[in-house]
């Protein structure tokens, strides 16, 4: 009886000094340290979709343009779905990242890619550039921008800006809905981040097809 | 207000129904504050001073308000603009700007009580009366026109800023300053949608007529005869090129060749672009509790950032400081940061903070471009903290919470500079520059 416990006990204390080493391993080592850079280079390169069915050509020339503006910008750190479970249609720019604005007002990532429900898919050309150069919304709210960097992008030529937007229009549609910001439209003070939430997809896959 | 009512019914975007409208308002004023806290301040500031918040990331920026100085007018050089000029900038926006038209969002007593409010930040609205230049009969556009138009662009020196071909070419005044001090540019003559007053015949007739108050452009009223300026307008007008957005495939490559050819020649100006493009100076900029920068402080770092389960973390000061920015970085270096992650001594950035992954897939020229703009960079003495792992008993409760119950580790951000310059006084008189130390 002795001998069990004795070893129960030495088996539990083995089990927990490799928690604890696995555990301070990664306190002290982050795992994006030790991934090598050309891992992480190419999973950004790769995120966006090829263009090559792109027919018209001088269309596949604004897309592309499009495309190298997107990456360089990474509109993907806060446009892509996060957390573990990613919508079916997959998660590059489909929305999901969660701001929270110092008076309690919550703003979500929008989904950027042309699904026509939840997306950009019925949203007329000029309320996206409109976002992109002055950011107003839809609705003629006025974006912090301390959420939404509309204020950098008001620095693209006319030319670039409507390169995103031919992009955009040619992304992977993704079903993703996102919540209407949360709280009052009007305020005062919209701009100061209080905290973001980058961990957990704060949009729903809608269930109904 | 009745002035303002009444200039909508007859200049205005759209058919007011009676001018009882705005007066019916029950506080005008109140409802023209409240537009303005919640659709311009974020810009235009609170005192109307064109220090908003986002005013630093913008270039032009914002209208100072106070200054009286308006570019958009129908009235004759140094005035104010009318009720109706005010009225147009504010429902119909400024091309080539980030002033949206607010028509289709406010309602036509909304913009009238607005544009009431805006005038009062300037006293000269409450003494003087401006009135709209009488413009005489338009030249209709022809090869006649446009001929003499060139002639006349020539004479009356608009080479020197626009070039002789309006887009720069052989002009002389290069580093053009607007009356706020700021750095500015002749506007792209073949470039029509960056006109901010509209780039139809009339629209650049008035310019010539009127000047840009606070910009270099004068008022050519006077200098030539009134058929003349719409010859230079029509001639203007036919400088204008494709945009891009409308080239066909063959176009398009022509277009990206000379982009490219321009960006291989103009280093500095490539990466200024692409600089303000890329967001930098939204982080490594000390920023405020109202979410304004500081700017005195622009590029310099300092930005404090708290990952719950991955530690703090201050943005670099990007600054040609030998000892705290990148003064002592070689090229090398600096492309090594943006494209690899790794710092001088090794260590590494971190991607969900610095997202170097995406400034990876920058072009080598576009990449070469960044590395010259920055080495432009006033040095700014602002040295910066190693990053900070978190408490160890937070990072275990934060990685618990995670995988057992859903948590999502925040991230916050702090006003302040966690750099070791003191915050400026408005004036920013208080930043220690390199020399200042020597």
Known sequence: MKRVLVATALVLVAGGVLVAAVVARRYYALASDATPPEVLVALERDAGPSLADVRDPAERARAERGKYLVAITGCSGCHDTPGPRPPAGGTYLAGGGEFRVRDGTTVVTRNLTPDAATGLGAVADEDVLRVLRSGVARDGRLMAYRAMPWAVYASWTEEDRRAVLTYLRHLAPVAHRIPDPLAAAEIADPLAIEETHFSTDHGATPTAP | MAALAIALAVHGPTAVTSPRDALADARPARTGAAIYAARC?????????????????????????????????????????????????????????????????????????????????????????????????????????????RLAYARLGCPACHGDDGAGAAAVATALENAAGRATAATNLTEPWTFRGGAAPRDVYLRLRTGMNGTPMPSFDGAARDDELWDVANYVVSLARKPAWEM?????????????????????????????????????????????????????????????????????????????????????????????GTRPDGSRLRPYAMPWPSYAQLTPEDLRAVVAYLRTLPPIVNAIPPPRRPAFGVYLWSKLATALWRHDPPEYVYPGNAGSAPLPNDDGAHVPTAEARR
């Open chain 2, 41 to 149: 301040a974020q810009c235009h500031g609170g005192s109307g001073r064109g220090d908003g918040p986002a005013s630093a990331l913008l270039t032009p920026r914002p209208r100072d308000f106070t200054s009286g100085n308006y570019a958009i007018r129908t009235t004759a050089s140094g005035s104010l603009p009318t009720d109706a000029d005010l009225l147009r900038t504010v429902g119909e926006g400024l091309p080539g700007t980030a002033m949206p038209a607010w028509k289709p969002f406010l309602s036509d007593g909304e913009l009238v009580a607005v544009v009431a409010y805006v005038k009062r930040f300037a006293p000269r609205f409450a003494t003087e009366r401006p009135t709209a230049l009488a413009l005489g009969s338009a030249v209709p556009s022809s090869p006649a026109s446009i001929a003499s138009g």
């Open chain 2, 248 to 340: 066909n495939a063959a176009e398009l490559a022509a277009h990206d060749a000379r982009e490219k050819q321009r960006a291989a020649e103009h280093p500095v100006a490539r990466g200024r672009y692409l600089v303000a493009t890329l967001r930098c100076a939204f982080c490594h900029t000390p920023v405020r509790s109202d979410g304004s920068l500081v700017e005195p402080l622009l590029f310099a770092g300092g930005q404090r950032r708290r990952f719950e389960s991955l530690g703090e973390l201050v943005a670099g000061n990007l600054t040609a400081d030998r000892d705290t920015g990148l003064g002592a970085w070689s090229d090398a270096e600096i492309a090594a940061a943006l494209t690899r």
